[in-house]
Protein backbone atom coordinates (compact mmCIF):
# COMPACT_ATOMS: atom_id res chain seq x y z
CA UNK A 1 0.00 0.00 0.00
CA UNK A 2 1.38 3.36 -0.72
CA UNK A 3 1.05 6.10 2.22
CA UNK A 4 -0.32 8.74 -0.05
CA UNK A 5 -2.22 8.60 -3.25
CA UNK A 6 -0.18 11.30 -5.01
CA UNK A 7 3.09 11.77 -3.28
CA UNK A 8 4.76 14.17 -5.49
CA UNK A 9 2.92 17.22 -3.97
CA UNK A 10 5.40 16.81 -0.97
CA UNK A 11 8.04 17.89 -3.88
CA UNK A 12 6.34 21.80 -3.87
CA UNK A 13 6.29 22.35 -0.16
CA UNK A 14 9.88 23.83 0.36
CA UNK A 15 9.74 25.84 -2.82
CA UNK A 16 5.57 27.30 -1.86
CA UNK A 17 6.62 27.55 1.88
CA UNK A 18 10.13 30.09 0.31
CA UNK A 19 7.63 32.09 -1.48
CA UNK A 20 5.13 32.60 1.66
CA UNK A 21 8.00 33.64 3.22
CA UNK A 22 9.54 35.85 0.98
CA UNK A 23 6.05 37.67 0.36
CA UNK A 24 5.40 38.22 3.87
CA UNK A 25 8.97 39.42 4.02
CA UNK A 26 8.41 41.97 1.10
CA UNK A 27 4.98 42.79 2.60
CA UNK A 28 6.97 43.97 6.21
CA UNK A 29 9.38 45.96 4.59
CA UNK A 30 6.57 47.51 2.06
CA UNK A 31 4.77 48.41 5.30
CA UNK A 32 7.65 49.89 7.01
CA UNK A 33 8.15 52.44 4.10
CA UNK A 34 4.76 53.23 3.68
CA UNK A 35 4.52 54.34 7.55
CA UNK A 36 8.10 56.19 7.02
CA UNK A 37 6.75 58.15 4.07
CA UNK A 38 2.66 59.26 5.72
CA UNK A 39 4.62 59.68 9.50
CA UNK A 40 8.51 59.98 9.19
CA UNK A 41 11.46 58.22 10.18
CA UNK A 42 11.38 55.50 12.86
CA UNK A 43 7.63 56.10 13.30
CA UNK A 44 7.25 52.26 12.73
CA UNK A 45 9.42 51.49 15.62
CA UNK A 46 7.58 54.16 17.92
CA UNK A 47 4.29 52.14 17.13
CA UNK A 48 5.20 49.02 17.77
CA UNK A 49 7.89 49.61 20.95
CA UNK A 50 5.27 48.82 23.27
CA UNK A 51 4.64 45.32 21.35
CA UNK A 52 6.36 42.27 22.45
CA UNK A 53 8.67 40.73 19.43
CA UNK A 54 6.28 38.36 17.28
CA UNK A 55 6.85 34.87 18.89
CA UNK A 56 8.78 31.84 17.20
CA UNK A 57 5.85 29.59 17.69
CA UNK A 58 3.51 31.45 15.65
CA UNK A 59 6.31 31.17 13.21
CA UNK A 60 6.44 27.21 13.85
CA UNK A 61 2.46 27.21 13.24
CA UNK A 62 2.50 29.02 10.02
CA UNK A 63 4.93 26.23 8.68
CA UNK A 64 3.04 23.54 10.32
CA UNK A 65 0.00 24.82 8.19
CA UNK A 66 1.74 24.94 4.78
CA UNK A 67 2.56 21.60 5.52
CA UNK A 68 -0.61 19.98 6.64
CA UNK A 69 -2.00 21.78 3.36
CA UNK A 70 0.52 20.13 1.17
CA UNK A 71 -0.17 16.65 3.03
CA UNK A 72 -3.98 16.73 2.24
CA UNK A 73 -3.26 17.32 -1.23
CA UNK A 74 -1.00 14.11 -1.69
CA UNK A 75 -3.93 12.11 -0.17
CA UNK A 76 -3.25 9.90 2.70
CA UNK A 77 -4.86 6.74 2.73
CA UNK A 78 -5.25 4.00 4.76
CA UNK A 79 -8.31 1.49 5.21
CA UNK A 80 -9.79 -0.46 1.70
CA UNK A 81 -13.92 0.25 0.64
CA UNK A 82 -15.16 -1.88 -2.26
CA UNK A 83 -17.05 0.17 -5.23
CA UNK A 84 -18.75 -0.17 -8.03
CA UNK A 85 -19.33 2.48 -10.85
CA UNK A 86 -21.43 2.27 -14.02
CA UNK A 87 -20.35 3.17 -17.63
CA UNK A 88 -22.32 3.19 -21.06
CA UNK A 89 -21.13 -0.18 -22.83
CA UNK A 90 -21.48 -1.32 -26.34
CA UNK A 91 -22.19 -5.47 -26.39
CA UNK A 92 -20.46 -7.59 -28.74
CA UNK A 93 -19.19 -11.04 -28.50
CA UNK A 94 -16.32 -12.21 -30.90
CA UNK A 95 -16.28 -16.10 -32.37
CA UNK A 96 -13.30 -17.40 -33.69
CA UNK A 97 -12.84 -20.59 -35.81
CA UNK A 98 -10.77 -23.36 -34.40
CA UNK A 99 -11.39 -25.64 -36.88
CA UNK A 100 -9.05 -27.37 -38.42
CA UNK A 101 -8.87 -25.64 -41.77
CA UNK A 102 -7.86 -22.31 -39.53
CA UNK A 103 -4.21 -24.16 -39.55
CA UNK A 104 -3.81 -23.44 -43.62
CA UNK A 105 -0.39 -21.28 -44.18
CA UNK A 106 -2.13 -19.19 -46.92
CA UNK A 107 -1.13 -16.73 -44.09
CA UNK A 108 1.86 -16.62 -42.41
CA UNK A 109 2.42 -18.15 -40.17
CA UNK A 110 -1.28 -19.71 -40.34
CA UNK A 111 -4.73 -18.21 -40.46
CA UNK A 112 -5.61 -18.49 -36.46
CA UNK A 113 -1.97 -17.21 -35.45
CA UNK A 114 -3.09 -14.02 -37.52
CA UNK A 115 -6.92 -14.11 -36.06
CA UNK A 116 -5.43 -13.67 -32.65
CA UNK A 117 -3.01 -11.10 -33.29
CA UNK A 118 -5.69 -8.95 -34.97
CA UNK A 119 -8.07 -9.55 -31.67
CA UNK A 120 -5.38 -8.84 -29.25
CA UNK A 121 -5.24 -5.14 -31.09
CA UNK A 122 -9.02 -5.24 -31.39
CA UNK A 123 -9.78 -5.96 -27.04
CA UNK A 124 -7.31 -3.00 -26.45
CA UNK A 125 -9.03 -0.42 -28.90
CA UNK A 126 -12.28 -1.45 -27.88
CA UNK A 127 -12.01 -0.87 -23.81
CA UNK A 128 -15.83 1.09 -23.56
CA UNK A 129 -17.34 -2.42 -24.62
CA UNK A 130 -18.40 -5.47 -22.66
CA UNK A 131 -16.72 -8.39 -25.07
CA UNK A 132 -17.41 -12.16 -25.09
CA UNK A 133 -15.25 -14.43 -26.58
CA UNK A 134 -16.88 -17.77 -28.57
CA UNK A 135 -14.59 -20.70 -30.03
CA UNK A 136 -16.82 -23.06 -32.68
CA UNK A 137 -15.90 -25.80 -35.27
CA UNK A 138 -19.33 -27.85 -35.93
CA UNK A 139 -20.39 -26.44 -32.41
CA UNK A 140 -20.03 -23.45 -30.41
CA UNK A 141 -18.66 -23.08 -26.67
CA UNK A 142 -18.53 -20.26 -24.79
CA UNK A 143 -14.74 -19.39 -23.69
CA UNK A 144 -15.23 -15.93 -21.93
CA UNK A 145 -18.58 -14.24 -20.64
CA UNK A 146 -19.28 -11.11 -21.86
CA UNK A 147 -16.96 -8.38 -20.02
CA UNK A 148 -15.01 -5.44 -19.89
CA UNK A 149 -11.93 -7.42 -18.69
CA UNK A 150 -9.40 -6.54 -21.01
CA UNK A 151 -6.84 -9.02 -19.72
CA UNK A 152 -9.42 -11.98 -19.42
CA UNK A 153 -10.16 -11.09 -23.22
CA UNK A 154 -6.53 -11.05 -24.19
CA UNK A 155 -6.08 -14.32 -22.07
CA UNK A 156 -8.61 -16.52 -23.43
CA UNK A 157 -7.41 -15.07 -27.14
CA UNK A 158 -4.10 -16.19 -26.11
CA UNK A 159 -4.98 -19.71 -25.36
CA UNK A 160 -7.45 -20.22 -28.65
CA UNK A 161 -5.68 -23.22 -30.82
CA UNK A 162 -6.81 -25.32 -33.97
CA UNK A 163 -8.93 -28.40 -32.87
CA UNK A 164 -8.83 -27.07 -29.34
CA UNK A 165 -12.80 -28.54 -29.21
CA UNK A 166 -13.56 -32.13 -29.29
CA UNK A 167 -16.18 -32.14 -32.55
CA UNK A 168 -14.65 -31.50 -35.85
CA UNK A 169 -16.16 -29.98 -39.18
CA UNK A 170 -17.46 -26.27 -39.31
CA UNK A 171 -21.09 -24.53 -39.00
CA UNK A 172 -21.98 -21.01 -38.89
CA UNK A 173 -25.10 -21.68 -37.04
CA UNK A 174 -23.80 -22.56 -34.19
CA UNK A 175 -21.82 -19.28 -33.03
CA UNK A 176 -24.61 -17.67 -34.51
CA UNK A 177 -27.03 -19.14 -32.21
CA UNK A 178 -25.03 -19.15 -29.08
CA UNK A 179 -24.18 -15.44 -29.45
CA UNK A 180 -28.03 -14.30 -29.89
CA UNK A 181 -28.21 -16.17 -26.18
CA UNK A 182 -25.67 -14.27 -24.94
CA UNK A 183 -26.86 -11.10 -26.36
CA UNK A 184 -30.31 -11.62 -25.68
CA UNK A 185 -30.54 -9.59 -22.14
CA UNK A 186 -29.01 -6.25 -23.85
CA UNK A 187 -31.21 -4.06 -25.07
CA UNK A 188 -30.37 -2.01 -28.68
CA UNK A 189 -28.14 -3.12 -31.41
CA UNK A 190 -25.38 -5.47 -30.46
CA UNK A 191 -22.93 -7.05 -32.51
CA UNK A 192 -21.54 -10.47 -33.41
CA UNK A 193 -17.98 -10.41 -34.87
CA UNK A 194 -17.41 -13.73 -36.76
CA UNK A 195 -13.65 -14.74 -37.94
CA UNK A 196 -13.55 -17.83 -40.17
CA UNK A 197 -12.79 -18.53 -43.58
CA UNK A 198 -16.56 -19.26 -44.12
CA UNK A 199 -16.58 -23.19 -44.86
CA UNK A 200 -19.66 -24.25 -43.80
CA UNK A 201 -20.54 -27.76 -43.64
CA UNK A 202 -24.33 -27.14 -42.11
CA UNK A 203 -25.59 -24.79 -44.45
CA UNK A 204 -28.92 -25.54 -44.38
CA UNK A 205 -29.21 -23.88 -40.86
CA UNK A 206 -27.74 -21.01 -41.80
CA UNK A 207 -30.79 -19.23 -42.60
CA UNK A 208 -32.70 -20.21 -39.05
CA UNK A 209 -29.70 -18.89 -37.12
CA UNK A 210 -29.96 -15.25 -39.62
CA UNK A 211 -33.61 -15.36 -38.03
CA UNK A 212 -32.18 -15.67 -34.99
CA UNK A 213 -29.87 -12.79 -35.26
CA UNK A 214 -32.37 -10.14 -36.87
CA UNK A 215 -34.71 -11.31 -33.88
CA UNK A 216 -32.21 -10.06 -31.00
CA UNK A 217 -30.99 -6.87 -33.55
CA UNK A 218 -27.19 -8.44 -33.78
CA UNK A 219 -25.72 -7.21 -36.66
CA UNK A 220 -22.70 -9.59 -37.50
CA UNK A 221 -19.46 -8.31 -38.71
CA UNK A 222 -17.83 -10.97 -40.93
CA UNK A 223 -14.59 -11.45 -41.36
CA UNK A 224 -13.28 -13.29 -43.83
CA UNK A 225 -9.56 -14.83 -43.57
CA UNK A 226 -7.25 -16.69 -45.53
CA UNK A 227 -7.34 -16.71 -50.10
CA UNK A 228 -9.37 -17.95 -52.41
CA UNK A 229 -7.24 -19.46 -54.23
CA UNK A 230 -6.50 -21.71 -50.90
CA UNK A 231 -3.76 -23.97 -49.12
CA UNK A 232 -3.25 -27.57 -48.09
CA UNK A 233 -3.69 -28.32 -44.42
CA UNK A 234 -0.92 -29.30 -42.44
CA UNK A 235 -1.67 -32.38 -40.28
CA UNK A 236 1.31 -33.76 -38.74
CA UNK A 237 4.11 -31.26 -37.38
CA UNK A 238 7.26 -31.68 -35.31
CA UNK A 239 8.48 -29.81 -32.47
CA UNK A 240 10.57 -27.23 -34.26
CA UNK A 241 7.18 -26.49 -36.40
CA UNK A 242 8.11 -28.52 -39.63
CA UNK A 243 4.92 -30.32 -41.31
CA UNK A 244 5.50 -33.83 -41.67
CA UNK A 245 2.42 -34.95 -43.04
CA UNK A 246 -1.08 -33.25 -44.70
CA UNK A 247 -4.21 -33.65 -44.02
CA UNK A 248 -6.17 -35.57 -47.00
CA UNK A 249 -9.78 -36.87 -47.26
CA UNK A 250 -11.08 -40.07 -47.75
CA UNK A 251 -10.29 -40.52 -50.76
CA UNK A 252 -6.64 -39.87 -49.78
CA UNK A 253 -6.44 -36.66 -51.46
CA UNK A 254 -4.85 -33.72 -50.12
CA UNK A 255 -7.65 -31.33 -48.19
CA UNK A 256 -7.46 -28.09 -50.00
CA UNK A 257 -8.89 -25.20 -47.75
CA UNK A 258 -10.29 -22.09 -49.61
CA UNK A 259 -11.67 -18.75 -48.26
CA UNK A 260 -15.28 -18.87 -48.74
CA UNK A 261 -16.55 -15.12 -49.20
CA UNK A 262 -20.06 -15.80 -50.48
CA UNK A 263 -21.53 -17.40 -47.65
CA UNK A 264 -20.02 -14.87 -45.19
CA UNK A 265 -21.06 -11.90 -47.34
CA UNK A 266 -25.07 -13.39 -47.26
CA UNK A 267 -24.86 -13.59 -43.65
CA UNK A 268 -23.36 -9.85 -43.00
CA UNK A 269 -26.33 -8.23 -45.72
CA UNK A 270 -28.65 -10.18 -44.13
CA UNK A 271 -28.23 -8.87 -41.00
CA UNK A 272 -27.45 -4.98 -41.55
CA UNK A 273 -23.61 -6.10 -41.08
CA UNK A 274 -20.32 -5.72 -42.50
CA UNK A 275 -17.92 -7.97 -44.45
CA UNK A 276 -14.34 -7.55 -44.06
CA UNK A 277 -11.69 -8.91 -46.15
CA UNK A 278 -8.55 -9.66 -43.87
CA UNK A 279 -5.27 -7.90 -45.41
CA UNK A 280 -3.48 -7.04 -42.08
CA UNK A 281 -4.08 -7.44 -38.08
CA UNK A 282 -4.21 -3.48 -37.64
CA UNK A 283 -5.98 -2.73 -41.02
CA UNK A 284 -8.97 -5.22 -40.00
CA UNK A 285 -9.04 -3.90 -36.10
CA UNK A 286 -9.39 -0.14 -37.19
CA UNK A 287 -11.99 -1.61 -39.66
CA UNK A 288 -13.61 -3.44 -37.56
CA UNK A 289 -13.57 -0.58 -35.24
CA UNK A 290 -15.50 1.71 -37.02
CA UNK A 291 -17.94 -0.91 -38.25
CA UNK A 292 -18.90 -1.08 -34.56
CA UNK A 293 -19.76 2.71 -34.47
CA UNK A 294 -23.59 1.99 -35.35
CA UNK A 295 -24.02 -0.62 -32.07
CA UNK A 296 -26.02 0.93 -29.08
CA UNK A 297 -24.51 1.41 -25.52
CA UNK A 298 -26.65 0.40 -22.31
CA UNK A 299 -25.67 1.63 -18.99
CA UNK A 300 -23.88 -1.41 -16.74
CA UNK A 301 -21.79 -1.98 -13.50
CA UNK A 302 -18.07 -2.99 -13.51
CA UNK A 303 -16.42 -5.02 -11.17
CA UNK A 304 -16.74 -4.28 -7.82
CA UNK A 305 -13.02 -3.11 -6.38
CA UNK A 306 -11.50 -2.38 -3.32
CA UNK A 307 -9.83 1.61 -3.27
CA UNK A 308 -7.77 3.11 -0.55
CA UNK A 309 -9.94 5.50 1.56
CA UNK A 310 -8.73 8.84 1.46
CA UNK A 311 -8.51 10.77 4.45
CA UNK A 312 -7.18 14.34 3.55
CA UNK A 313 -10.09 15.31 5.90
CA UNK A 314 -7.16 15.01 8.75
CA UNK A 315 -3.96 17.10 7.77
CA UNK A 316 -6.59 19.67 6.20
CA UNK A 317 -8.47 20.10 9.88
CA UNK A 318 -4.54 20.65 11.53
CA UNK A 319 -3.86 22.81 8.45
CA UNK A 320 -7.37 25.36 9.55
CA UNK A 321 -6.73 25.07 12.75
CA UNK A 322 -3.02 25.93 12.72
CA UNK A 323 -3.39 28.91 10.83
CA UNK A 324 -6.20 29.96 12.70
CA UNK A 325 -3.82 30.37 15.58
CA UNK A 326 -0.97 31.81 13.78
CA UNK A 327 -3.67 34.44 13.10
CA UNK A 328 -5.41 34.83 16.28
CA UNK A 329 -1.66 34.30 18.22
CA UNK A 330 -1.68 37.67 20.75
CA UNK A 331 1.36 39.71 20.52
CA UNK A 332 0.31 41.82 23.63
CA UNK A 333 2.36 44.27 25.52
CA UNK A 334 5.71 44.98 26.51
CA UNK A 335 5.79 44.83 30.87
CA UNK A 336 6.71 47.77 32.13
CA UNK A 337 9.33 47.72 34.79
CA UNK A 338 8.75 50.02 37.78
CA UNK A 339 10.79 51.66 40.22
CA UNK A 340 10.35 51.48 44.01
CA UNK A 341 9.96 55.03 45.58
CA UNK A 342 12.75 55.18 48.53
Not at 254 to 268: F, H, N
Request: aromatic content about 10%; glycine content about 6%.
Amino acid sequence: MNLFAKPFYFVYFVPVLLGLLLVLWLGKRLKNRYVHALFGAGAYQKLTASLRAPSVWRSVFFIAAVFFLFMALAGPQWGTEIVQTEGQFAQTVIAVDVSASMRAQDLSPDRLDNAKQMLQMLVNQLKDDRIGIIAFTSQAFIQCPITTDTEALESFIARLQPNMLPVPGTALAAPVTLAARMLSKYPGKKALILLTDGEDHSPEELQAARQVAQQNNIRVIAIGIGTTEGAILPDKVDASGKVLEYKKDKEGKTVVSKLDEKTLVELAKATEGTYIAYSSPARVANEVENALKGVDRSTAKTAAHKIYKNRYAFPLGLAILCLAVYLFWPRGQKKESSKKVQ
